[in-house]
């Protein structure tokens, strides 16, 4: 067997009581595709930072190309051919691609003054490694993410790079990049560069990966050849919970529909849409990223107002320009970006559960009736499970499932007929995935109807009645969940 | 070839510096429509030595909001070592020329503005809550320990420096005469350097790069911190170059005179399009922002417009130069979008 290009024997690692990793080993061969996995917090981050040099393990020793080391620096790490490409790319967006990709190796030359003309060869010569495409004088905030990947990716080639880790790295990509992200890895590949690959998205881990790494809690709990490996398995080891798919029946659903759209459009973006859905049932809406779902879904609740056609909540014919007007007709909608557009991180959990219904939490004249305050967030912690130990505290302090309770929280609150969810486990760990999943069965059981706007199809087909398939801006078919599969909705979305 | 053009024109219209400089050209046409006035060589000089001050002050408030922070404690900075300097050349019946008292001020405000580097660079704490602390401690050095008042006479050497020209404009109509400051030369020299900096040097690329993210800079091997303490003495030095010039022009040495000029000087720096969220921005938009400034609060007396509403027409100014480029902003974010787009459908 070739010797290994990293070796990581018994790394451990606490943080102020936090046993971030224990005894964790694994080894990489020069050329291999290792995927590590977890869940948030399970100790990944911990551990690729003890091997990059920026934390010291309390335990444990690391080898490079059969050299040992107790500790390493950020610089001895670089120097022995590791780079890391971090979820941001640290890349400059208010600076053009050359200067982005010249910067590292300029500055690890140690150079003063800036030659426009190096800077520029070098540029050139990062990106023909990958025969990486692009405009070298555009400004990186202009560029696609994918494009800012290829970048870091360029940039961190320049050096003699013989273990990239990529943390996260297909998470803001379309199926057409993330495919294109994968051939340039199996290239990097072929001239030996072994790649460390951070995920926990598990069809990935199975395409691109030869041999894997769970930690669970900051211990080593599998490790292996991706090849024998399966998906209960792989749930299995994130998790520590073994689970059953829960395909979701509607039970309860009402004769009349409680909200309807009849052939509603926006000039350029979607037309003619129409459909219905009734209480009791959650209706699924896919389809790629430009055919117009998450417009859609901005429209019916308000914030994109419909131009043509009309909306009906109850029969009734509504007029819903604003959120606001949403929901006073009850209406919610969960964004698809809980972080920037549907939480306010730095405030309370406690008060991101009360906001949508904080004008019914008062007494006269507008105060805040604080023991009917307490009552609601006691009660919707409980209920959603939320793991905290005091609501009180930031709601950044959550993991992404969560957060994810929290918005539903918020809108739950407001005992909403119909509520709208965008994308509702991307960045959700598998358990809460699971458990969300869950919350959005059980709540349609109680008479909600919901929308799931969505392209993770095991999700679409896991938790709705109907499907409908959204292409271009129109809808392309209605599928009954129970008789159709992946591949029928996939050949209908593209 | 068709496309080369296309490109460059497209990166052109992109900036800001064209359409500052149309406005510009707008403006000093209807002053001289109106008033026949605006491009006499006088005026011309007048407004170049009105510039002086107020563009070395935009340098330093350059350099800093490209750095992703904000100043506000310059005037009180200029004016606490322009005071102290002239102060103590007055003591010690100082007859020497300005070399002392610049190298001085140099000295005071590269010690000041090391002050403002240190508690932003090292002790990472938000620049706006430095600059407006440390501008009150300046003032109230200037106040209570120096026991600040108005100096009448200034040193002879400053004195000779603050009257002496390159040259002497007149106008032939008018017969009024405007001298250009040797203190010009010194403006020019900063400009030349601090430009050359910004584009030529590793230090310069780095106050972008951190404007830009501070984390990457950092994860890329740049000193953040020093970068930003020595980014500090350097403004700290432009501002009390300014101060000096200011007293020599002016010929006494007022203590608050310069306080209040922060907020036009910041306005006129992103008015020439340094985006107020760090890292972009260029020293020649910078400049013409400024101008802008000077000449609408030097020659709106040749338009017919009373003094008194000198103010009202600068803030006017600020807010539609700045929500145009605020909305170039919104566009160009709305014309990615679409590119993104479109290139997912291909």
Redesign the interface.
């Known amino acids: 067997m070739a010797e290994s290009l990293l070796k990581a024997i018994g790394i451990s690692k606490a943080f102020v009581g936090v046993q971030a990793l224990k005894n964790v080993s694994f080894e990489i061969q020069p050329g291999e595709i290792h995927c590590l996995a977890g869940e948030n917090g399970s100790g990944k981050s911990t551990l690729i930072k003890v091997i990059s040099g920026v934390y010291t393990p309390d335990e444990g020793y690391m080898e490079f190309n059969g050299k040992q080391y107790s500790k390493i620096t950020p610089i001895e790490a670089i120097n022995n051919g590791i780079q890391v490409i971090?979820q941001?790319f640290?890349?400059?967006?208010?600076?053009t691609v050359m200067?982005n990709l010249a910067?590292?190796s300029?500055?690890?030359d140690g150079?003063?003054?800036?030659n426009w003309k190096r800077m520029r060869n070098i540029a050139e010569e990062a990106i023909a490694k990958i025969d990486f495409e692009v405009d070298l004088d555009a400004y990186v905030g202009?560029l696609?993410v994918a494009e800012k990947q290829m970048i870091a990716i360029s940039r961190a080639l320049m050096f003699n790079t013989k273990l990239i880790i990529m943390d996260e790295p297909t998470t803001a990509l379309?199926k057409?990049e993330v495919r294109n992200l994968f051939n340039i890895i199996l290239k990097l590949k072929d001239r030996g560069i072994a790649i460390l690959f951070v995920s926990h998205k598990l069809n990935e881990v199975f395409e691109i990966s030869e041999n894997f790494t769970i930690l669970r809690s900051g211990e080593l709990v599998a490790s292996g050849s991706t090849a024998d490996l399966d998906d209960r398995k792989f749930s299995y080891f994130m998790t520590g919970r073994e689970f059953e798919k829960r395909h979701f029946v509607a039970t309860n659903v009402s004769e009349k529909p409680i909200f309807e759209a009849r052939s509603i459009g926006i000039e350029g973006v979607f037309s003619d849409i129409s459909f219905k859905v009734h209480r009791g049932e959650i209706v699924g809406i896919t389809g790629?990223?430009?055919s117009g779902r998450t417009e859609l879904a901005l429209s019916m609740f308000g914030i994109r107002p419909i131009e043509t056609g009309e909306l009906l909540i109850d029969g009734q014919q509504v007029s819903i320009t604003s959120p606001k007007a949403a929901i006073l007709h009850k209406l919610g909608y969960v964004p698809e970006d809980r972080l920037s557009e549907g939480l306010f991180l730095s405030q309370s959990i406690a008060d991101n559960i009360v906001i949508s219904e904080i004008d019914r939490l008062t007494k006269t004249a507008g105060v805040v009736d604080q023991d009917k305050r307490s009552a609601e967030i006691d009660k919707w912690v409980k209920e959603l499970a939320i793991a905290t130990p005091d609501p009180n505290n930031a709601c950044q302090t959550l993991s992404g499932g969560n957060q994810q309770r929290i918005v539903l929280a918020k809108w739950l609150a407001c005992n909403l007929d119909v509520l709208v969810l965008n994308g509702p486990t991307v960045g959700v760990d598998i358990g809460s995935k699971h458990d969300i999943h869950g919350i959005l069965q059980e709540l349609a059981k109680e008479g909600l109807g919901l929308v799931i706007i969505s392209d993770d199809l095991p999700e679409v087909l896991e938790n709705c009645s109907r499907i409908l398939v959204m292409k271009s801006g129109n809808f392309v078919a209605e599928l009954q969940a129970d008789e159709t599969d992946e591949q029928t909705i996939l050949s209908y979305m593209l | 070839m068709e496309y080369k053009t296309k490109r460059i024109l497209k990166k052109i219209t992109r900036r800001n510096e064209p359409y500052i400089f149309l406005v510009l050209l707008a403006l000093c046409l209807l002053i001289e429509v109106r008033s026949g006035q605006f491009f006499s060589s006088n005026n011309l000089v007048d407004i170049a030595s009105a510039l002086i001050v107020p563009g070395l002050f935009a340098i330093g408030a350059f350099l800093v909001i490209i750095s992703g922070g904000i100043d506000v404690s310059f005037p009180a900075l200029a004016s606490l070592s322009v005071y102290a300097t002239t102060k103590y050349l007055l003591d010690i019946n100082y007859e020497g020329g300005v070399w002392l008292a610049i190298l001085m001020a140099l000295a005071i405000g590269a010690l000041l503005g090391a002050f403002n580097g240190l508690f932003i660079g090292y002790f990472k704490l938000p620049a706006l809550i430095v600059t407006l602390g440390s501008s009150s401690v300046f003032k109230g050095i200037m106040q209570g320990a120096l026991n600040s008042r108005q100096l009448t006479i200034i040193p002879q050497g400053m004195r000779d420096w603050g009257t002496s020209a390159l040259f002497t404009a007149k106008n032939p109509v008018s017969g009024l005469t405007s001298r250009m400051p040797v203190a010009f030369i010194a403006f020019l020299i900063v400009l030349f350097f601090v430009s050359f900096m910004m584009?030529?040097?590793?230090?310069?690329?780095s106050i972008?790069?951190i404007?830009?993210?501070e984390?990457?800079?950092h994860?890329?091997?740049?000193n953040v911190i020093r970068t930003k303490f020595i980014m500090y003495i350097m403004v700290g030095m432009i501002a009390s170059l300014a101060g000096v010039i200011r007293v020599c022009m002016m010929q006494q040495a007022h203590p608050t005179n310069m306080l209040g000029m922060e907020m036009n000087i910041i306005a006129g720096v992103v008015l020439g399009g340094t985006?107020i969220t760090?890292?972009?921005g260029t020293l020649l938009g910078c400049m013409l922002g400024t101008l802008l400034i000077v000449i609408v609060e030097n020659s709106l007396i040749l338009l017919g417009v009373p003094t008194s509403f000198k103010s009202v027409f600068t803030g006017a100014l600020i807010i539609i130069g700045t929500g145009v480029s605020a909305y170039q902003v919104i566009r160009?974010n709305r014309t990615?979008r679409m590119?993104?787009?479109a290139?997912?459908?291909a």
Do not use: H, I, P, Q
Not at chain 1, 111 to 114: N, Y
Not at chain 2, 199 to 205: E, L
């Open positions: 971090y941001d640290s890349v400059f967006s208010n600076l200067e910067f590292n300029e500055l690890a150079r003063k003054l800036v202009t696609t379309t057409k790629l990223l430009d | 584009r030529y040097t590793m230090f310069g690329r972008y790069a404007g830009g993210s984390s990457s800079s994860r890329a091997g740049f985006a760090g890292g972009r160009m990615r590119k993104t787009r290139r997912r459908v």
